[in-house]
């Protein structure tokens, strides 16, 4: 035993395991959190139940099944319920997803099994899916087109019309976005323009007369704009469907409101499985609904993306510069130890406090400056001296600056001196071999402290809380208006997302499984940019391998 001690080998089974055990945990949250994510884009199936009520009555309960539980005997009696009768330890409960929020209390109610007289999962029971009060389940009894009974069969017109009202709302977004927003975007430079003039002392008559005049040209295209969108809604609002809900009573729903209708209980497998893909495809290309406890999450998608990529091209460089400097050209002296021990220290310091840091200096500082000397038509408004894209993405960019140094100055000592030594014996400078040798030869450990520096920045919440990160962003940074690019505009982000829906959200239970699904979508994204940084590193590490011999 002694001997086998002494040759290592318990010490490599005891770092084997806990390297398996390590990748279980990971994977099994993973798993965990794909499932429950995954599994909320399914077509569930829709329940009628026949329940008792308090008073003794009979109800109609109709919804979807959202979870269920084990409750003890002792728990409900304490709770105040008889359950006379009962000689079992625990009852089951369903957690029911009711629907039809501005006719019920609850979107969601518990229904004990004691109290379910019976259950049924009729075809007929249809979920609509609407833009506001979340989804509508009932019976359709018939379609109108204004005040006129559409024949034929109700649910192929009720899908046909609902894609005409699809389509209206397409062009509405496309003339609000495009057209309209084209149009507010010039109004608010030439009111800018304006002011401009007068705090430069050239507002003359000419000049003025000269930005109405092209503003209520401006304001002659919007009004023609407006009331062919109001022309547009009013046609969305044309038809509308009857629907005989849980109350049994008959409900008038216009189709301007409604997104997709489904009958769950009546699709096949096939019919599933295509409806799952396109719910995905809804929720990673649609935009945030309800307080951002339904539709989809692209504005936090391209704001991740956008943020982390801006992240990566400013850290770059700098960590790059840096770490050059410290291995290259630094001396071998305490000033220089020194700023090794504080670089190493900063990747220790709280992500919250780079926050601080950068609203203080980032924001108040810098931005306010930028404002006073470049934008003081826009004043009291900040233009830079509020949070935005581009703060958030220095603030991330020192917060990993650290790990690209470190990582640099790694791949930089790795490269044999001989090379270094060569170089300069045939003639080049030492600006040329750094260029042309050394950098390119410590190009994969770049990449891979942008890796590391990715894989942090990306899941980075508690600092972009304070600098630029809000919870609904009216638009993208990147649009039609010049400069199209638009770093000084607040973004919406995953991280802050999950945080918003799973403990600000005012409907807890429906926001429940959206947060296992964008944690899920959150982990793929970050995966997705570590193995594009990883592929470009296998190429650049490919592509010089001849220089180290």
Do not use: C
């Not at 518990?110 to 989804?135: F, K, Q, V």
């Not at 389509?167 to 010039?186: A, C, F, V, Y």
């Not at 220290?345 to 306010?368: C, E, H, K, Q």
């Not at 918003?500 to 429940?512: I, L, M, T, W």
Request: no cysteine.
């Amino acid at each position: 035993m002694g001997k086998w001690f002494k040759s290592g080998s318990p010490w490599i089974w005891m770092t084997g395991g806990a390297v398996s055990l390590s990748l279980v945990a990971v994977l099994g949250l993973l798993l965990l959190i794909g499932w429950r994510g995954l599994t909320y884009f399914w077509p569930h199936t829709i329940y009628e139940w026949q329940v008792k009520s308090a008073d003794g009555s009979q109800q109609t309960v109709i919804g979807e099944v959202h979870d269920r539980e084990q409750v003890a005997i002792a728990q409900l009696r304490g709770s105040g319920l008889a359950l006379e009768g009962v000689t079992a330890d625990s009852l089951t409960r369903y957690l029911v997803k009711t629907g039809n929020r501005e006719f019920v209390n609850l979107d969601f109610r518990w229904l004990l099994e004691t109290d379910i007289i019976s259950r049924t999962t009729p075809a007929e029971l249809a979920m609509l899916e609407r833009s506001s009060h979340g989804n509508f389940y009932g019976y359709v009894v018939r379609v109108l087109e204004g005040d006129r009974v559409v024949s034929g069969d109700v649910n192929a017109e009720l899908r046909q019309r609902i894609e005409r009202v699809s389509e209206l709302n397409d062009q509405m977004r496309t003339l609000q976005r495009s057209d309209i927003g084209s149009i507010n975007h010039q109004l608010e430079q030439l009111r800018l323009e304006e002011r401009r003039l007068e705090l430069d002392g050239e507002a003359t008559e000419d000049a003025v007369a000269a930005l109405h005049t092209e503003s209520e040209q401006l304001r002659t295209d919007y009004r023609k704009l407006e009331t062919e969108l109001f022309d547009l809604r009013d046609q969305a609002h044309r038809d509308s469907v009857v629907i005989r809900d849980m109350r049994g009573q008959e409900v008038t729903l216009s189709l301007g409101e409604v997104l997709d209708v489904t009958w769950p209980n009546d699709m096949s497998l096939a019919a599933k499985t295509l409806s799952w893909f396109s719910e995905m495809g809804k929720f990673i290309g649609g935009e945030p609904r309800e307080a951002n406890t339904e539709g989809g999450v692209f504005p936090a998608i391209f704001g991740t993306v956008f943020m982390v990529i801006l992240m990566a091209i400013i850290v770059t460089p700098l960590g790059v510069v840096a770490a050059i400097y410290l291995h290259e050209y630094a001396g071998k002296n305490n000033l220089t130890k020194v700023i090794r021990i504080a670089v190493i220290n900063l990747a220790g310091v709280p992500s919250i406090v780079y926050g601080v840091f950068g609203l203080g200096f980032f924001v108040y500082m810098l931005g306010g400056s930028i404002d006073k000397l470049f934008y003081p038509e826009s004043l009291p408004t900040p233009t830079f001296g509020t949070p935005g894209v581009l703060w958030s993405a220095l603030t991330l960019a020192i917060l990993t600056l650290p790990v690209v140094i470190v990582s640099t100055e790694e791949g930089l000592s790795r490269i044999p001196s001989a090379v270094r030594q060569g170089s300069l014996a045939l003639g080049a400078t030492k600006a040329e071999t750094l260029w042309r040798i050394v950098i390119p030869m410590a190009s994969p450990a770049i990449m891979t402290g942008l890796i590391l520096a990715i894989a942090r920045a990306a899941g980075e919440v508690a600092p972009l809380m304070l600098v630029g990160v809000v919870k609904l962003a009216p638009s993208l940074p990147l649009d039609g208006n010049f400069p199209y690019l638009h770093v000084d505009r607040k973004f919406m982000h995953l991280g802050f997302h999950i945080y918003d829906v799973g403990f600000q959200s005012p409907n807890v239970e429906a926001a429940r499984p959206l947060v296992y699904a964008t944690s899920f979508l959150l982990v793929t994204v970050i995966v997705g940019l570590n193995l594009t940084a990883i592929a470009i590193r296998n190429h650049l590490r490919e592509k010089f391998r001849s220089l180290e011999h």
